[in-house]
Each structure stands twice: as C-alpha cells, then as structure tokens.
C-alpha cells in the first residue's frame, strides 16, 4: 500500500520524481534509489527543486534523505535526526566535525614514487 503526500511540499517533490524517474506513482516512503533514481537524475531533481520551491539544497541531503517525507521535512528545517540516519552524533560545538590525527592522513602503505616503486 502507497502513502500518499499530504503537505504540499510532499506533493511537490512526488510530482518531480514521478516526472524524472518516469513512474505513475510515488509514494512519501518510497526511496529514490529503490525507484531507478541514480546521480545523475539527482542532479536533475535538484534543479527542479530549485525551480519549483525556490529552494537549493546541497546534492549530499539528497542522498541522505532518499524518500520524500524525508526529503520534505529536511526542507521545511526539520531535525537532522532520524530523517536519514545522520544524526550528526559525534560532532564537535557548533557542529563541525572533530579533526582526527591533528588534521594529517595517516597511510599504511608507502606512496610510490613517479616509477612505481616505494619511496625511500
């Protein structure tokens, strides 16, 4: 059984997906992923977004919130919280994320040189 959208932010979003996935129907819960929606057809909703609700959000929230309600909510300012699995657990004040190894990347292998070998 499809749930249907009910705020018009909902019905908005289920109309650009229906149009960019070519489905008949979209339900609040369906994933975009789960429908045939890839990246390339993400950057396609993203503009339409833009074009249709004035409202630009990063392609990154598009992927992390894959459904409509979701995807709605987060648009409304909804919490971050339980609406893609990004809780921003871990974060440090003012919600950057916390450096790790004082900011360097730590390798386990040797980079090669310009050859191919190891450096020495």
């Keep these: 059984m499809t749930e249907p959208p009910v705020t018009a932010t909902e019905r908005v979003l289920a109309a650009i997906w229906s149009e960019v996935l070519e489905v008949s129907q979209v339900s609040v819960e ?3 992923f789960d429908l ?3 990246s390339v057809l993400l950057h ?5 977004i833009g074009r249709e609700l004035g409202k630009n ?5 598009l992927f992390t919130y894959p459904t409509v309600r979701a995807l709605a909510r987060r648009l409304a300012g909804g919490a971050r919280a339980g ?4 809780s921003g657990a871990g ?3 003012g919600g950057a994320r ?3 190894h004082g900011g360097r990347v ?6 090669p040189d310009e050859r191919g070998g190891p450096r020495e």
């Design 30 to 32: 369906d994933n975009f």
């Design 106 to 111: 730590r390798r386990t292998r040797p980079v």
């Design 98 to 100: 916390p450096r790790l």
């Design 36 to 38: 045939g929606g890839h």
């Design 83 to 86: 609406a893609g699995g990004s």
């Design 44 to 48: 396609m909703v993203q503009d339409r």
């Design 57 to 61: 959000p990063p392609l990154v929230e």
């Design 91 to 93: 974060r440090a004040a």
